[in-house]
């Protein structure tokens, strides 16, 4: 079976610091991946998705990167985190149900910048 | 930018009474699908609903599509204590179906 885990759970980090968060699906190949951020009580906000090896969208202007090492690992990156990049972060990947992308999501990164 | 708004953004009922929930997006899409969130958890996939389909079940679950209106609703009948919880709707485009967008959420408290 499919199964995906993200990493850290959670992180305080200071203004100005980097930041990798992890994610890597097993059990599956060519997955679809996606990082979406959530903001306290609001909705996801998607920031990057990749449908392949060197294939990254980026969906928000901001200071964060995205890369895909390998097929099944997807990190996301800083090298200077402000203050609103605190939240949230959710990982996930999808299964295809012809004609559609249904997500499997991590158990989430929350990041605190202080 | 927000595809999908839901509305209420928050909902209280009691143990047995019928939930319902919209989701209004902008843009022609292929595909609505319906996610649960519990309380700092990630989302949980429960039903997709095709855009020339216009309504799905699926245990207590039924969703609703109204193509003309880009409008989408979630009823959840009976509902438990063990609902509470944020629901989203997510769509994808017609013309990128690897791109979703989730909406605002509703959050959703059943009491017992």
């Known amino acids: 079976s499919q199964t995906i885990h993200q990493w850290p759970a959670t992180l305080v980090q200071p203004v100005g610091s980097p930041l990798s968060l992890e994610c890597t699906v097993e059990?599956?190949?060519?997955?679809?991946l996606y990082w979406y951020r959530q903001a306290a009580g609001r909705g996801l906000q998607l920031l990057f998705y990749?449908?392949?090896?060197?294939?990254i969208s980026s969906e928000v202007p901001q200071n964060l990167s995205a890369s895909r090492p390998q097929d099944r690992q997807f990190i996301l990156s800083s090298k200077k985190l402000l203050l609103s990049d605190s939240g949230f972060y959710l990982c996930?990947?999808?299964?295809?149900?012809?004609?559609?992308?249904?997500?499997?999501f991590g158990a989430g990164s929350r990041l605190t910048v202080l | 930018s927000q595809q999908g708004e839901e509305d209420p953004q928050a909902l209280s009922i009691q143990e047995g009474e019928n939930a319902t929930m919209n989701c209004s997006y902008k843009?022609?899409?292929?595909?609505l699908q319906w996610y649960r969130q519990n309380s700092g958890r990630g989302l949980v996939h429960l039903i997709l609903?095709?855009?020339?389909?216009r309504e799905k079940h699926s245990g207590r679950l039924r969703v609703t599509l109204d193509t003309s209106k880009k409008s989408s609703s979630l009823l959840i009948t009976a509902s438990r204590a063990a609902d509470t919880a944020s629901y989203f709707c997510?769509?994808?485009?017609?013309?990128?179906?690897?791109?979703?967008?989730f909406g605002t959420g509703t959050r959703l408290q059943v009491f017992p």
């Open positions: 996930a990947w999808s299964w295809l149900d012809p004609g559609a992308n249904v997500l499997t």
């Open positions: 059990g599956t190949s060519n997955p679809n």
């Open positions: 990749s449908i392949g090896i060197d294939q």
């Open positions: 843009t022609s899409i292929n595909n």
């Open positions: 609903i095709r855009s020339n389909e």
């Open positions: 997510a769509t994808d485009a017609s013309y990128n179906t690897d791109k979703l967008i």
